[in-house]
């Protein structure tokens, strides 16, 4: 018999639950699984659990009435841009000091895109192939080169793949980053639940848990002791992106700039929406003052459609899930007295490996939003951004959000880059790749190079 402190009353603990099925297999156990299987066991917040599935069993959830949220428009007459110029000019103070980090949130799932591993080890590059995280190291490097300023990257991980990730970016010597300057943790996990509010078992030995959502980054930032870090090397502001969006430009002045101006909380990017039913979230302001984002799917259809006089979208700005997160306000959320960012629920297949052949049952899976930290706020600001200039999501293998897609906008970029600085392109070009190294913005690109007359070019 195993010896294992609290055992009975762990196993007296899933009875009393309903959850005993979880030891179906428990005579074909070794001891080292038995002990696994305990752990998971004892793990579990069944008043959590119990919560959330009666959360999942209501059809229905409230949202408070809204309406638009404000937000600061992308520049057009001298005035703006002047005020743009000046946001600029602080933001590169606060990133000269040292007081700008890059948070990268890549513990997700990935299961749109089907790649096995790391989605940030999915190679994006449309001519050099490089992988999202290749490509966001050397946005981090080439900043840090070009206001002369060390940069901190923080990684998320998740269980599933944190040791991948770990020795993925040690076995690039980090992109030529100083391995100080990365830190990465993973997130919380969270079981899911059946329809009937049972357990599922993921193997004979494991207790079925997916990552708690990229919510649970500002939760694990804290308990990894990451945030306490950031503090203490004087740490001021956390760029936020996700990793699966090769366009975005992760330390962002006139961003950062705003934000600090502003004394935001939490500063967010948004884009106009292509089109009502577009799948993103909306900015908005609640009825009590609070602003938030709304997800499409709670969007009513006559709200998505509605139109202001000038036949804009009324509801237009939407969430892309790049902010900005002020160290002070992470510290006071995830502190002493901690505001736990709630849960939403998802109906999904859940594959089990308990028999001989892996099996997919309908479940509950429970995961934390991050711009649910949005109404904690006293004040944030939203900054309206291009859509072609930062926004290529990676979410599919083909067709819309897809690597095609990516190669696509990052080629339409980095050509419009080059038709800003008036430097002529063949006319049989096709693909065209920039490499963050040599340019993180249309300005950086020096007036001597030259475009090989080629289909396919990589500029470094
Ligand atoms: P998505 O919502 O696109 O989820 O994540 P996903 O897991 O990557 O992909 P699908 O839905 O299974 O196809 C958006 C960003 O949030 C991160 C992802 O890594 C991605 O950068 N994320 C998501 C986490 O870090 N943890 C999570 O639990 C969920």
């Known amino acids: 018999m195993i010896s294992y402190p609290d055992r009975n009353d762990i196993i007296q603990r899933m009875y009393d639950h309903g959850q005993e099925h979880i030891f179906i297999f428990w005579e074909q156990l070794s001891d080292n699984e038995k002990k696994a299987l305990l752990d998971d066991a004892a793990s579990i917040d069944f008043d959590l659990l119990s919560r959330l599935y009666r959360q999942a069993s209501e059809s229905t959830h409230a949202v408070m009435g809204f309406e638009p949220a404000p937000y600061i428009p992308v520049p057009s007459g001298n005035e703006e841009i002047r005020r743009f110029d000046a946001a600029r000019e602080d933001g590169i103070a606060l990133v000269r000091k040292g007081a700008v980090a890059a948070f990268v949130v890549a513990g997700g799932q990935g299961s749109r895109l089907g790649f096995d591993g790391p989605k940030g080890l999915f190679r994006v590059g449309p001519v050099s192939g490089k992988s999202l995280f290749q490509i966001h190291a050397e946005k981090i490097l080439s900043s840090s080169k070009k206001y002369g300023a060390s940069i901190p990257w923080l990684i998320m991980t998740s269980q599933a793949n944190h040791e991948d990730t770990v020795r993925y970016l040690a076995a690039h010597r980090h ?61 001021e502001i956390i760029s936020y992106f996700q990793v699966d969006n090769p366009l975005i430009s992760i330390i962002d002045p006139v961003f950062i700039g705003f934000h600090a101006q502003g004394g935001a909380d939490i500063s967010s990017k948004g884009l106009m929406k292509a089109y009502p039913d577009e799948k993103i979230g909306v900015f908005v302001r609640f009825d009590n003052g609070t602003v938030g984002v709304v997800e499409y799917s709670d969007l009513p259809e006559q709200l998505q459609n509605m139109r202001d006089a000038s036949g804009a979208l009324r509801f237009c700005m939407g969430s892309i899930a790049i902010h900005l997160f002020g160290v002070g306000f992470l510290e006071k959320i ?52 291009i859509r072609e200039v930062e926004f290529a999501p990676v979410k599919n293998p083909s067709g819309v959000d897809s690597v095609e897609s990516a190669h696509e906008l990052m080629t339409r970029l980095y050509r419009r880059w080059l038709g800003e600085r008036g430097i002529g392109i063949p006319s049989r070009l096709k693909k065209i790749e920039i490499s963050p190294l040599l340019a993180l913005e249309a300005s950086d690109i020096p007036d001597s190079i030259s475009i090989p007359d080629s289909e396919s070019v990589y500029l470094e």
């Open 175 to 235: 992109f030529g980053l100083d391995e100080k300057d990365v830190h990465i943790f993973p997130q919380g996990m969270i079981p899911s639940l059946d329809t009937g509010g049972r357990l599922i078992l993921e193997s004979p030995s494991a207790i079925f848990k997916n990552p708690d959502g990229h919510g649970g980054s500002l939760g694990a930032l804290s308990e990894s002791g990451t945030l306490a870090a950031m503090r203490e090397r004087g740490i």
């Open 334 to 385: 995830t502190g002493g007295s901690a505001v736990s960012l709630p849960f939403h629920v998802a109906r999904k297949k859940i594959t089990t490996r308990t028999a001989t052949a892996p099996a997919e049952i309908e479940g509950f899976k429970f995961e934390k939003f991050v711009f649910d930290a949005l109404p904690l706020t006293d004040k944030n600001i939203v900054l309206e951004t």
